[in-house]
């Protein structure tokens, strides 16, 4: 009985020694388009799948594969007599090897000229639908999709004239992870379409599908006897972590960009000059100034010891001014837009040192939602876009905020609460911060109790030089549950507090602030960070 092989791939990669195996093992091979040239012009013999279907290829090549003398002699099982005589019955053989990889759909979408058109024509139906015939009948039929899996299989003709069970079925796995991922490439990729205002009712599926392709294999996770992967997007923001250009230092750790992402997304708060300063997932500096120079100069102020070892954001072209400050302390990581050639030489004489750019004009991809994983799911939400915020430079109250004492906030208060909110929206709760209107004073992160915080932030704040507090509020991420924060805030100096507002004993601190003159404002907006 004549077994066959078929073989269409879009990735040439080994296929002439696969074919020669193949076919050194009395296989008889059946071919498409590229790959039958490629495989005939090596002069092995094969047949074209429509000469062994005996009904041409057509529609431009949509319709060539898709035929029961395929489907039959892939999903037959070869020990239940009923299929057997059916495919006696209709002139079907087996077929009991499959090499196929798919259209290049992914790298056809990364295009940046790719038309809706191009994107449509690139989706494979025949493939996958082969693919996903010869794994559900794996128990005899072998499907290869990788060329890494090549070397395996040859081997495994060599030695046994056939491959074995337990390679059959971790072939076949791979399949539905391949065909699952590619759909979902394609499900991502028309989603877009589907984000406007549509004159009908739009009804979502209440299953998610997610789809990621490995970035990076990491030395170690969060810790060093925990393994570790970093997957990207298909198409991740050329602002994000995940799109960042590695110019120089060692490969990134999971802590390195961990903390990386979380102060690249303080940075992003800001379009005016900005530094940001990162320590397990928190911030220990942050600052803005006229000039970047001079906001890192204030962000290294605003916490000297924490900053060592730490990571560094700016959101402005690093200079050899900037690049002989930033050397002078040791980081893991520095993340900008670009470095001067002057500043990467620099800066690149420290060998382990990370250095990193991404594109920080890019506003139109950001992330919409984030996930969290838990054990047996996974949570999902809008990201915390803070619309309630200024984004630019702040000339007076945001719409959104309520003055719920008795005195208005000065311009230079509310710019610094704008400031602070900002910020404070990415620290772990409970987070207190107190700040000027430029740089952060004191930052209490990730306490059980409101009070604890706001204690952190006051003493960091108090080892500042006086002048740094000529303007001097607190910022917290969610209301102040009794008045003990406002009481403290007003004995240590505070003159002016931001919070959401919402609990039940609001009143309780306004009075507090109206006994002492302090401004409070009501933000309507709480932003924990769990």
Same mark, same amino acid.
């Given at each position: 009985?004549?077994?066959?092989?078929?073989?269409?791939?879009?990735?040439?990669?080994?296929?002439?020694?696969?074919?020669?195996?193949?076919?050194?093992?009395?296989?008889?091979?059946?071919?498409?388009?590229?790959?039958?040239?490629?495989?005939?012009?090596?002069?092995?013999?094969?047949?074209?799948?429509?000469?062994?279907?005996?009904?041409?290829?057509?529609?431009?090549?949509?319709?060539?594969?898709?035929?029961?003398?395929?489907?039959?002699?892939?999903?037959?099982?070869?020990?239940?007599?009923?299929?057997?005589?059916?495919?006696?019955?209709?002139?079907?053989?087996?077929?009991?090897?499959?090499?196929?990889?798919?259209?290049?759909?992914?790298?056809?979408?990364?295009?940046?000229?790719?038309?809706?058109?191009?994107?449509?024509?690139?989706?494979?139906?025949?493939?996958?639908?082969?693919?996903?015939?010869?794994?559900?009948?794996?128990?005899?039929?072998?499907?290869?999709?990788?060329?890494?899996?090549?070397?395996?299989?040859?081997?495994?003709?060599?030695?046994?004239?056939?491959?074995?069970?337990?390679?059959?079925?971790?072939?076949?796995?791979?399949?539905?992870?391949?065909?699952?991922?590619?759909?979902?490439?394609?499900?991502?990729?028309?989603?877009?379409?589907?984000?406007?205002?549509?004159?009908?009712?739009?009804?979502?599926?209440?299953?998610?599908?997610?789809?990621?392709?490995?970035?990076?294999?990491?030395?170690?996770?969060?810790?060093?006897?925990?393994?570790?992967?970093?997957?990207?997007?298909?198409?991740?923001?050329?602002?994000?972590?995940?799109?960042?250009?590695?110019?120089?230092?060692?490969?990134?750790?999971?802590?390195?960009?961990?903390?990386?992402?979380?102060?690249?997304?303080?940075?992003?708060?800001?379009?005016?000059?900005?530094?940001?300063?990162?320590?397990?997932?928190?911030?220990?500096?942050?600052?803005?100034?006229?000039?970047?120079?001079?906001?890192?100069?204030?962000?290294? *102020?605003?916490?000297? %010891? $924490?900053?060592? !070892? &730490?990571?560094? #954001?700016?959101?402005?072209?690093? @200079?050899? /001014? +900037?690049?002989?400050?930033?050397?002078?302390?040791?980081?893991?990581?520095?993340?900008?837009?670009?470095?001067?050639?002057?500043?990467?030489?620099?800066?690149?004489?420290?060998?382990?040192?990370?250095?990193?750019?991404?594109?920080?004009?890019?506003?139109?991809?950001?992330? *919409?939602?984030?996930? %969290? $994983?838990?054990? !047996? &799911?996974?949570? #999902?939400?809008?990201?915390?876009? @803070?619309? /309630? +915020?200024?984004?630019?430079?702040?000339?007076?109250?945001?719409?959104?905020?309520?003055?719920?004492?008795?005195?208005?906030?000065?311009?230079?208060?509310?710019?610094?609460?704008?400031?602070?909110?900002?910020?404070?929206?990415?620290?772990?709760?409970?987070?207190?911060?107190?700040?000027?209107?430029?740089?952060?004073?004191?930052? &209490?992160?990730?306490?059980?109790?409101?009070?604890? @915080?706001? /204690?952190?932030?006051?003493?960091?704040?108090?080892?500042?030089?006086?002048?740094?507090?000529?303007?001097?509020?607190?910022?917290?991420?969610?209301?102040?549950?009794?008045?003990?924060?406002?009481?403290?805030?007003?004995?240590?100096?505070?003159?002016?507090?931001?919070?959401?507002?919402?609990?039940?004993?609001?009143?309780?601190?306004?009075?507090?602030?109206?006994?002492?003159?302090?401004?409070?404002?009501?933000?309507?907006?709480?932003?924990?960070?769990?």
């Amino acid at each position: 009985m004549t077994k066959y092989a078929l073989l269409s791939v879009s990735d040439k990669t080994g296929i002439i020694e696969v074919a020669q195996t193949l076919v050194n093992n009395g296989i008889e091979l059946l071919s498409t388009g590229g790959t039958f040239k490629t495989i005939e012009e090596a002069g092995i013999p094969v047949t074209a799948v429509e000469d062994y279907t005996e009904f041409p290829e057509m529609m431009d090549g949509r319709v060539k594969t898709l035929h029961p003398k395929i489907h039959g002699g892939l999903l037959g099982l070869r020990d239940n007599n009923e299929h057997i005589q059916a495919m006696n019955d209709h002139g079907i053989s087996t077929i009991d090897y499959v090499i196929v990889n798919l259209y290049p759909f992914k790298e056809t979408i990364t295009k940046p000229d790719v038309t809706l058109a191009d994107a449509i024509e690139n989706i494979d139906i025949g493939g996958p639908s082969m693919l996903r015939s010869a794994a559900k009948n794996y128990q005899s039929v072998t499907v290869v999709t990788d060329p890494a899996d090549y070397p395996t299989l040859i081997q495994q003709l060599t030695d046994n004239n056939e491959s074995t069970y337990e390679f059959r079925q971790y072939l076949a796995g791979k399949v539905f992870q391949l065909t699952s991922h590619y759909d979902a490439l394609i499900s991502d990729y028309l989603d877009q379409f589907n984000k406007k205002e549509q004159n009908f009712e739009v009804n979502q599926w209440s299953h998610k599908t997610l789809t990621y392709s490995e970035k990076q294999s990491l030395r170690y996770g969060e810790n060093s006897h925990q393994s570790a992967t970093f997957y990207k997007e298909l198409n991740a923001p050329k602002s994000s972590i995940a799109a960042a250009i590695q110019l120089n230092g060692k490969e990134l750790s999971y802590n390195n960009l961990k903390d990386a992402d979380a102060a690249i997304k303080i940075a992003r708060e800001f379009t005016e000059p900005v530094a940001v300063a990162v320590k397990h997932m928190n911030p220990c500096g942050v600052a803005i100034a006229d000039t970047i120079e001079l906001a890192f100069e204030r962000c290294q *102020q605003a916490d000297p %010891v $924490s900053i060592y !070892g &730490g990571i560094v #954001v700016v959101n402005r072209e690093v @200079s050899l /001014e +900037l690049a002989n400050a930033l050397g002078k302390i040791f980081l893991e990581i520095i993340v900008a837009p670009s470095f001067s050639p002057e500043a990467l030489e620099r800066l690149t004489k420290k060998k382990n040192l990370r250095l990193l750019t991404i594109d920080f004009d890019e506003e139109s991809n950001i992330d *919409q939602e984030e996930y %969290v $994983s838990v054990s !047996g &799911g996974l949570l #999902v939400q809008a990201v915390d876009q @803070s619309n /309630e +915020l200024v984004k630019d430079s702040l000339t007076d109250i945001p719409n959104t905020w309520d003055v719920s004492t008795k005195r208005q906030p000065s311009l230079e208060e509310l710019k610094a609460m704008n400031f602070g909110m900002k910020i404070v929206k990415h620290v772990k709760s409970n987070a207190i911060l107190v700040t000027n209107d430029y740089m952060t004073l004191g930052i &209490g992160a990730g306490q059980m109790n409101r009070v604890g @915080s706001a /204690e952190i932030a006051l003493k960091q704040a108090e080892e500042k030089d006086e002048f740094l507090r000529q303007t001097y509020v607190m910022s917290s991420d969610a209301f102040l549950p009794m008045s003990d924060t406002a009481e403290l805030a007003h004995r240590r100096g505070i003159t002016a507090i931001a919070q959401p507002g919402g609990s039940k004993y609001d009143q309780d601190s306004v009075q507090v602030c109206d006994d002492n003159d302090v401004a409070m404002v009501m933000t309507g907006y709480r932003h924990f960070r769990h």
